[in-house]
């Protein structure tokens, strides 16, 4: 009977060590697909990835408490990737708010959504109130757009704004002195105007990106360039308005938007959808709570344009640069 009894109690300390050895590996293996996003997708049904754009379009950026929302192309396009990669993403829905940006930034943005395109995955862009200049280039090549009646859209070419603060540093007694490795080093200073030699090669890049501009707007819309070039001297124009030039395919909300997103990708017209955003970084989330505390919202005040820097083109709605 002893034998007996201490040969179960070996058995059982063996099988519970065994269990114990087995629930360790399986929680590893949970927390490890966990972190790497697989157990979400194994569980997750298939849906439009929403991906929201609101703010000026910078290369990197988020929420401040004085500058507002900004939209980080570094941000956007990890979000884009993760719906490219995710099997149970089966289109893209881009929500557009947005006067625009920097060039570069709008123009990652614009190539990563070409890429979700080329996956085999369709991109449909939603226009709210504002998705002008930069908002409208990163959503040109979409497969559909559908805009609000009263959007404010297109404003399509490009603007390099340069203050010449020279008559107000001569008035102070402010004068600059210069050394400088080349006759154009200093191109853009703010104490002096441009020369004419300045300003005709500004404008020789104002002209590459424009042209850039009309390009991906032609491929994106079916249209021929010319045709881009008449609508694109900068002005603005009305969701209406937009449709009956060809700038965009449908009027509607976003419900319908999300209808058009879920038939294109056989998932219905009321589809399962999942917002892909970024965690807020520290500053972020202190940001948003003093921005409750005070304004009693989330959002961090008016939306404004920090310059980045001496010279740089922007697709931007001018006013609000």
């Known amino acids: 009977m002893p034998a007996a009894r201490t040969t179960r109690r070996t058995w059982w300390i063996v099988g519970l060590s065994l269990l114990l050895v087995a629930s360790c590996l399986a929680l590893t293996a949970g927390l490890g697909m966990l972190a790497s996003g697989r157990l979400n997708r194994s569980l997750e049904q298939p849906h439009v990835a929403e991906i929201r754009v609101r703010g000026p379009i910078a290369l990197r950026g988020g929420a401040g408490l004085l500058t507002g929302e900004s939209a980080s192309a570094e941000r956007i396009v990890e979000q884009l990737e993760r719906a490219r990669q995710n099997p149970n993403a089966r289109v893209v829905l881009l929500r557009v708010d947005s006067p625009g940006g920097g060039v570069n930034a709008a123009r990652e943005i614009w190539a990563t959504v070409r890429r979700v395109q080329e996956s085999g995955k369709p991109v449909v862009a939603f226009f709210e109130d504002t998705a002008a200049s930069g908002g409208y280039y990163i959503s040109a090549s979409a497969d559909r757009i559908v805009a609000m009646p009263d959007t404010i859209t297109g404003s399509i070419g490009v603007i390099l704004i340069i ?159």
Do not use: C, H, N
Request: overall charge negative.
């Open 163 to 321: 203050p010449d603060l020279s008559g107000l540093y001569e008035k102070l007694g402010i004068r600059m002195q210069v050394v400088k490795s080349g006759t154009f080093k200093d191109m853009g200073s703010s104490d002096r105007p441009l020369t004419s030699e300045e300003r005709a090669l500004l404008e020789r890049l104002v002209r590459e990106a424009y042209d850039e501009f009309v390009r991906v707007v032609a491929e994106g819309r079916a249209m021929p360039p010319e045709r881009v070039r008449e609508l694109a001297d900068g002005r603005i124009y009305t969701g209406r308005q937009a449709k009956e030039l060809g700038l965009v395919d449908e009027l509607g909300g976003y419900r319908d938007a999300l209808a058009v997103a879920g038939q294109l990708a056989g998932l219905g017209a009321e589809p399962a959808v999942r917002v892909y955003s970024p965690q807020p970084t520290f500053w972020e989330s202190l940001s948003r709570t003093t921005a409750r505390f005070l304004f009693g919202r989330d959002d961090a005040g008016p939306v404004g344009v920090l310059p980045t820097g001496p010279i740089e083109l922007r697709y931007e709605l001018a006013t609000l640069g």
